[in-house]
């Protein structure tokens, strides 16, 4: 079981061929999605920062 898993594994890296790129695309989404994020809250409290003052 372990070896036909293994066989199919390396049987879909060779039709893909580029599973790191897709891993570093997903990565770089991800990373660009949680810092939008980050700088849309930052966005919001540097805006409301004026009337806490």
């Keep these: ?3 036909l898993a293994v066989n199919w594994i390396g ?3 060779m039709i ?3 599973l790191l790129s897709k891993m570093q695309w997903f990565i770089f989404v991800l990373l660009s999605f949680t810092s939008s994020r ?11 920062s004026p009337y806490v003052t």
């Design 38 to 48: 980050l700088r849309l809250k930052h966005q919001k409290t540097r805006s409301l």
């Design 1 to 3: 079981m372990a070896i």
């Design 11 to 13: 049987l879909w890296l």
């Design 16 to 18: 893909d061929g580029c």
